[in-house]
């Protein structure tokens, strides 16, 4: 039995130790000289024994290279969390979406009732280009049916998507004409915006969100910067909610427009990577303008610089909650086949010298993983008094006291209110019911809705039709019982997602996110802080706290936006 056990494992262990040796001796061979791999000539003896012993003698077939694939996440988990391997497929999909553009129809697209629904044709694009409208349904591609309970989101891209000046044919079915009309459409490259919101929420205060920091990040800031100057802009709330990172460079160059010359952006330092600093050269052209800065659980990584570089030279203001606390830098070492090791070689640091490295167990990233739900149980989403850091302390540029290993607490907290998140919203949001609602209402109502020429219009008349009572009807009929208590209770919530979504489809999600942030709690109070002239962080008089408590009047909305479910291609 003891040896069938050992048996049970023999592929695992060889595996592992077959990787760990080709990696150990790729790595302090090159000693990092460069950043492509290859493990092909190792001089490793025994691990060429045991590859071939493996194939050779081992009592069932084993495909060698798939147990390595499978074992090189196992190993990297060993060193850190954000130590990762990824295939060429996903190294593929990765860059497309921090290089700032891929190969593709150019539509935004969402699967409602097993059929691919496009959304928006992008400005300027392949499909553009030949006649595809939003409401159209793509129901064969290259001759073969492309509908159906097996049509993923997954599918439907890695289909639509294909290399440059590739030819797609695609069988559009279209409302209110009958048969199928036939469009071959030459892909091409379709952009792929990092800022997707810019806008002046009033006559002088003006509104960037960046959702990554790509390749483009810094030029399309540049542009937004500049149009709402334009506008009238004299005051800045850069929103970084939800920006789960990217490249560390685009953030640095960011921070520069903003800081004096000659202040630390943030510096790294590791065991093998010798002390690097990123200094402003106080060439910005925003180095005075009135400054907010929202975050909350999610922004990480370079978000993470950035609001740090900001807090830390007492430049602007951080409003929201604590964020997410990645604080390890990687670098991306390639391999012959495409495949992609992301390793950690670095940690950074904030100027005033802190790492925002959140704490971590290696060989188990479960409760790593599961943080931001952690925080959600012990109520610090909702409350500062639940948040307890227990980081060194370091000093701002002012004197103003921070903390490390645990990312960003915000200068003022903003807390999320879930008391109108009942189990019907959570239903209706996790199974698209509202989104399909949403795009169907839409759709049927596309010539009435699209009278409208501004989105407050829009949204005032969607107010008036009773468009949450619809959507529980046709939820019921869809499988969702009818829970008429719950349904006041997420009135509200729901109502907002509702006409955010119908926004979207008859404008654009650039429309729907500003009616968002009508009642947005972290935007109501960084607008309070501009107009009381508070976006400059003051020197400390006394000793205290330095983190403003804010009591929570509305309800914010902003953290359901992601779930509508919209794909490009």
Known sequence: MANNKFHNYTPLIIAVSVVAGILIGSFYASHFRTNRLSITNSTNSKINDMLFAVEDRY???????????????????????????????????????????????????????????????????????????????????????????SLTDEYAMKTLRGPNQSVIRLGIQRSGQNGLRTYEVVRGAVPVRTIDVFSMLDKTTGYIR??????????????????????????????????GGGYMEAAINIANQFLPKKRMIVYTEGRKSERAEYVSDG?????????????????????????????????????????????????????????????????????????????????????????????????????????????????????????????????????TDTTDITSYFMEAMASRRLAEFSYLYADSHRKELGKFSKWEDLAAYLKKQNIVDRFASYAEQDGLRRRNLLISKSHSRLEHSLISNIIDYIFNSSSASLYLLKDDECVSKALELIRNGQTFPQKPEKKGKDVAKVKLNRTSHYFFRSFNYLCSC
Not at 92 to 111: P, R
Request: proline share 4%; charged share 25%; glycine share 10%.
């Open 283 to 415: 060439r910005g052209d925003y180095q005075g303008t009135p400054l907010v800065v929202l975050v909350d659980e999610t922004s990480a990584s370079a978000s993470e610089i950035f609001a740090a570089a900001i807090q830390d030279n007492d430049r602007g203001t951080i409003v929201g909650r604590r964020t997410f606390g990645k604080g390890l830098v990687q670098e991306p070492i390639q391999f012959p086949d495409g495949s992609l090791l992301k390793l950690t070689v670095a940690r950074y640091y904030s100027p005033s010298g802190r790492c925002l490295q959140k704490p971590y167990v290696k060989g188990d990233d479960k409760d790593y993983q599961n943080d931001i739900f952690a925080r959600y149980q012990k109520g610090e989403l909702s409350s500062q008094d639940s948040i307890h850091l227990s980081g060194k302390k370091y000093r701002t540029y002012l004197g103003r006291t921070v903390f490390g290993e645990g990312g960003v607490m915000p200068d003022v907290f903003i807390p």
């Open 210 to 243: 960046i959702n990554s920091f790509g390749d483009k990040t810094y030029e399309e800031l540049i542009v937004a910067l500049a149009e709402l100057r334009n506008q009238g802009s004299r005051n800045l709330i850069i929103d970084l909610r939800g920006n």
């Open 59 to 149: 009592v069932d077939t084993v495909d060698v290279n798939d147990l390595i694939e499978k074992s090189l996440p196992k190993i990297l988990l060993e060193l850190d969390p954000h130590s990762t391997y990824t295939t060429a497929k996903e190294v593929e999909t990765e860059m497309q979406e921090l290089k700032g553009s891929f190969s593709g129809i150019g539509i935004i697209f969402s699967i409602i009732k097993d059929t691919a629904r496009v959304i928006h044709v992008v400005e300027g694009g392949p499909s553009e280009d030949v006649g595809l409208m939003p409401g159209d349904r793509i129901v064969r591609v290259d001759g073969k049916s492309f509908v159906g309970k």
